[in-house]
């Protein structure tokens, strides 16, 4: 299972509002930081996409998507296995009254995640709360782990009675192959072994379309199998223990099982092929060591004695083998080769829960990786390994980078102290200039107000409008020194006429021409505040600064400090975690070569069997002839 898939699923719950739009409705991101986080989501950086949003909630950067941002941070926590932080919340946005269908899915995948780290009363309790039903690919796995549960308790008839009602569809879906096999299972040990032998032969029996499928028939084919010849019914085993493909994952229990089977019938010949096939195969599978015995068994069941003593030492010298290529696949496990060759060639950018390994390092027999890397502890607690170097790393390079931050602060505090002299005596300068602007415009404002008050339109007049009404003034001037010449009485009506003209243009200009000037004072007002402020952020600067500088000095000298502790801690926790890590893998190890000692022994046994039964007929064969023997 990859991150993928569960993240995606949870995001789509984030994207479900109260509202409940239709599933293909489309949102769109409106807060550039969610986007930013979203990208970091989509290209697999799962770890830069949940300090990114970490930090931008921090900052409250996240509106509108406030809940969506917080489901998805749970969904990344989740798939790093932190179900109780991740739990945490769930259950503040359930408080807040997120939407059934958001808690529902969150319940759900809180479920999931725990089941699969074993801890079963946890999962137990995230299922429960659940209220109603999921998307419909969710309630089948729902329904499937809730089974899972139950039986994990011992409460088969319950599981029973749940997954009945998941097998009933006319068109199986994947989690009903799964539900039905789950059932055969939970009614076989709930003790209705007919039922679930029924339903267990009709999932060894369904057309499968996909890999998944038809492994989970060779599976229950099996589980049939085995279940016959315990009941001493070897014919019924053989029969559906042939339908299990040859190159399946089941098909070395299954060919075993055959022999076996005809071992049981008295048809020992019968048994040779399917033996002698997984005889074959690899050492690293008990079924296969298994075959290494009951190969030669079979052939001394046929008196074939010269075969079976040849079978039985040949198993003896490659148990030996095995032994000692076990012992030298657990010394270069201790030495570190396996976690450290595992990281070295699975590299990756980020870490995250859901991952899977690319290549095998280089062992002395990789063969025996495979029972190592199949268990779900080994690749959990790998994981941990891995995403503690991750950790390593990043805060290595985070303490490295500690360098280039205090050498940005003491650049920035050069520049401040080498601009500082000349911005203070430019500032200095600005003062009486402000002060000087300020009285000048106090003494506009007063005449604007006056022009207003009194609506004198002259005061707007243009220049043209000022030289004609100098021109007029002269004119009326001169008429009033020669009122008695005829000539100038007949000019005095041209010259009322222009005046009374150029009045009325004055007084039609005079709205706008008085707008312009209050505008032109509001505008110098703004000019002269903002010189203000310059001058306060100047004054500020001054004070706030070398604080400011301090401040980041303070965060730097902490973090390094942090950093300090955390880096040594982690060292000592990634050590810890690969000696955890190699632990399993000896384990594994330990338990085959224990395996191996106890067919080895079998083996030795068996053997031993032989020469005695070859002693005692060649005794009793002496003893013939020598009684034959004539007597003196």
Request: hydrophobic residues 45%; without cysteine; glycine residues 6%.
């Amino acid at each position: 299972m990859r991150l993928r898939f569960f993240a995606l699923s949870l995001l789509a719950a984030a994207s479900v509002q109260a509202a409940e739009p239709a599933p293909e409705a489309k949102r769109p991101v409106l807060a550039p930081h969610y986007g930013d986080t979203l990208f970091h989501f989509w290209q697999d950086k799962y770890f830069s996409a949940v300090t990114g949003l970490m930090v931008s909630q921090h900052f409250q950067r996240m509106s509108p998507h406030d809940d969506d941002s917080e489901i998805l941070r749970g969904g990344l926590l989740l798939s790093y296995g932190m179900h109780r932080e991740a739990g945490q919340i769930f259950a503040q946005l359930i408080e807040r009254g997120a939407p059934p269908s958001v808690r529902n899915r969150a319940w759900y995948f809180l479920a999931k995640i725990r089941w699969q780290r074993g801890l079963t009363a946890e999962a137990e309790e995230a299922i429960a709360r659940i209220d109603g039903k999921l998307p419909v690919p969710l309630e089948e796995d729902r329904g499937l782990l809730h089974a899972n549960l139950l039986m994990a308790r011992g409460e088969f008839a319950g599981a029973a009675e749940l997954l009945r009602g998941m097998t009933d569809a006319k068109n199986p879906s994947q989690a009903s192959y799964y539900a039905r096999y789950n059932l055969g299972v939970a009614l076989v040990k709930s003790g209705d072994v007919a039922g679930g032998s029924t339903l267990l032969d009709e999932v060894g029996r369904m057309p499968s379309a996909t890999e998944e499928q038809r492994s989970l028939r060779d599976r229950a084919n099996v589980a049939l199998g085995f279940a016959a010849l315990q009941d001493n019914r070897s014919e019924d085993a053989r029969k559906v223990l042939e339908r299990v493909r040859l190159e399946s994952l089941h098909a070395n229990k299954a060919l075993l099982g055959f022999g076996w089977a005809a071992a049981a019938a008295k048809q020992a010949d019968q048994a040779l092929v399917p033996w002698t096939e997984l005889a074959g195969r690899s050492l690293s599978d008990a079924a296969v060591l298994e075959a290494k015995i009951a190969l030669p068994y079979a052939y001394a069941e046929l008196g074939a004695y010269g075969q079976a003593l040849e079978g039985y030492e040949g198993a003896v010298s490659q148990f030996d083998t095995e032994q000692g290529a076990l012992n030298e696949s657990i010394a270069a496990i201790r030495s570190g080769k396996l976690v450290e060759g595992l990281d070295k060639r699975n590299p990756g950018e980020e870490m995250g829960w859901f991952w899977n390994l690319a290549e095998l390092p280089e062992m002395p027999h990789a063969g025996h990786l495979t029972q190592v890397l199949a268990q779900h502890d080994f690749q959990e607690a790998f994981k941990n390994y891995r995403d503690l170097m991750f950790l390593g790393r990043n805060l290595a390079q985070w303490r490295d980078s500690l360098g280039a931050y205090r050498d940005m602060l003491a650049e920035r505090r050069k520049a401040f102290a080498e601009r500082l002299p000349a911005t203070q005596s430019g500032a200095q300068g600005t003062v009486p200039v402000l002060a000087e602007l300020k009285q000048r415009r106090a003494t506009l404002a007063a005449e604007l107000d006056r022009v207003q008050r009194d609506g004198d339109v002259i005061a707007f007049a243009n220049p043209t409008q000022d030289d004609l009404l100098q021109r007029l003034a002269g004119v009326q001037a001169a008429m009033k020194a020669n009122a008695s010449d005829p000539e100038v009485a007949k000019l005095s009506d041209k010259v009322r006429l222009l005046s009374g003209a150029l009045a009325w243009q004055l007084a039609q200009d005079f709205p706008s021409r008085l707008w312009v000037a209050q505008k032109a004072l509001r505008d110098a007002d703004a000019q002269i505040a903002q010189a203000e402020g310059r001058s306060e952020a100047i004054a500020k600067a001054q004070r706030d600064e070398p604080v400011r500088f301090d401040a980041f000095s303070r965060r730097i000298d902490a973090l390094e400090a942090s950093l300090g502790a955390l880096i040594p801690r982690v060292a000592a926790l990634t050590t810890e975690q690969q000696q955890a890590v190699q632990g399993i893998a000896v384990a594994e190890l330990g338990r085959a070569q224990q395996r191996l000692a106890e067919y080895q022994t079998q083996a030795r046994f068996a053997l031993a069997q032989l020469y005695d039964r070859a002693n005692v007929a060649a005794n009793t064969t002496h003893s013939k002839e020598a009684g034959d023997a004539p007597r003196r």
